[in-house]
Each structure stands twice: as structure tokens, then as C-alpha cells.
T-cell receptor, first 110, second 113 residues
Framework: GNSVTQMEGPVTLSEEAFLTINCTYTATGYPSLFWYVQYPGEGLQLLLKATKADDKGSNKGFEATYRKETTSFHLEKGSVQVSDSAVYFCALYRDDKIIFGKGTRLHILP | EAGVAQSPRYKIIEKRQSVAFWCNPISGHATLYWYQQILGQGPKLLIQ????????DSQLPKDRFSAERLKGVDSTLKIQPAKLEDSAVYLCASSWDRGYEQYFGPGTRLTVT
């Protein structure tokens, strides 16, 4: 079946550090891939997406590249800010369903 | 444009009691979703509506959970009777149509004691 595996948190970094959150997926066919972010007390927001192999999604300084050969969609940011503290969910869209990973909590220290 | 509204934001009940959650989707959105998010896990789809019809309720525990979207706009999700394992955040989302971006509400945090 379709599934998403992402690195467990919490991840704690200092401000301006480089961020990577790993995500791999299992799916039939070619799903679309997403990263969602959930800030404290708020609902999920779509951060970025990629719909086909080698596509790069980007938003707010975050990037992720759809790698079919490694079935991965790792989230990266070159310099994190305190305001990036949140929970990040990797997800795939297939057969009219979104399948979410378990989420990775990110803490950024000033 | 107003986002997806949910109420209440928090609810504490005892096991075997009943509870209902309300969702008002973004105006004009035909598709509405209810998700359950247990602590430490990603959201899991419970039910999907297209207008006022059910598209997918395969993951809804129908012995205790029910949902309706009578006029194809607002929706309610009910649990009766609640169990301890129902403690979770219940998220509502809507999209313009099937296959389009889903917009999530802030969720209702349910604690069953």
C-alpha cells in the first residue's frame, strides 16, 4: 500500500543552521508529493509540492526535490529562523487520498 | 477569503459520552474532509464528502462515528459513545473539487477521560 516515512523528531537547531528533514515514500504509480507545516495552534498549511519526478517544490526558503530513483522528497532550508519552529508533515497524494507521515517537530533556538 | 472554520476548539468528555464537532468549509468548496490526528501521528482520513454525498468513509468506525453534510455546505461529525482511544485532534478540510488543494481548519482537540 501507499505510505510515507519521515525522520523522527524533535529536531533542535540553532538559528541560521541548515535544515534537512528526510522523507521517503512507498506508492503504486507516480504520486504527487507534499510538505505541510503545522504552526502551534493552527491548522495544516501546504508548504510546497511536486507532481512529477525531478520536480523541485519551493516556498519560504524551503525546497524539496522529487527523486523517483530513491523514492524520496527530503525537505531542506539553508538558514532556519525561530519562526520556522513547527511540525512538518511529508505526504503523498494518490487515488484521491492524501497519506501523511507521522510528522517531525522542529525547534529553532535563538 | 475566510478559511475553514471549526468549533469547538477544545472538548473534554468522559468515556461513553457523546460529542459533536462542526465544520464550515471555504465558500464554494464542493469537497469536504474529516481527518483524525492522534498525538504523534499524521492525520488519517475518516470521511470525504462531495457536495452532500459520501465519497469515501472506509476508515470511519461506523459503530460509533457518524457524519453528515446535509445541504452540501456545513458538516458535523459525531462520536457516540466515545472511547479513550478517540482522544485526538479532529481536522476538517475543504477543496474546490476533488483533486484540488485541501485547506485545513484549526482542528478540534478532543480529550476523553
Amino acid at each position: 500500500g501507499n505510505s510515507v516515512t519521515q525522520m523522527e523528531g524533535p529536531v533542535t537547531l540553532s538559528e541560521e543552521a541548515f535544515l534537512t528533514i528526510n522523507c521517503t515514500y512507498t506508492a503504486t504509480g507516480y504520486p504527487s508529493l507534499f510538505w505541510y507545516v503545522q504552526y502551534p495552534g493552527e491548522g495544516l498549511q501546504l508548504l510546497l509540492k511536486a507532481t512529477k519526478a525531478d520536480d523541485k517544490g519551493s516556498n519560504k526558503g524551503f525546497e524539496a526535490t522529487y527523486r523517483k530513483e530513491t523514492t524520496s522528497f527530503h525537505l531542506e532550508k539553508g538558514s532556519v529562523q525561530v519562526s520556522d519552529s513547527a511540525v512538518y508533515f511529508c505526504a503523498l497524494y494518490r487515488d484521491d487520498k492524501i497519506i501523511f507521515g507521522k510528522g517531525t517537530r522542529l525547534h529553532i533556538l535563538p | 477569503e475566510a478559511g475553514v472554520a471549526q468549533s469547538p476548539r477544545y472538548k473534554i468528555i468522559e468515556k461513553r459520552q457523546s460529542v459533536a464537532f462542526w465544520c464550515n468549509p471555504i465558500s464554494g468548496h464542493a469537497t469536504l474532509y474529516w481527518y483524525q490526528q492522534i498525538l504523534g501521528q499524521g492525520p488519517k482520513l475518516l470521511i470525504q464528502f462531495q457536495n452532500n454525498g459520501v465519497v469515501d468513509d472506509s476508515q470511519l468506525p461506523k459503530d460509533r462515528f457518524s457524519a453528515e453534510r446535509l445541504k452540501g455546505v456545513d458538516s458535523t461529525l459525531k462520536i457516540q459513545p466515545a472511547k479513550l482511544e478517540d482522544s485526538a485532534v479532529y481536522l476538517c478540510a475543504s477543496s474546490w473539487d476533488r483533486g484540488y488543494e485541501q485547506y485545513f481548519g484549526p482542528g478540534t482537540r478532543l480529550t476523553v477521560t
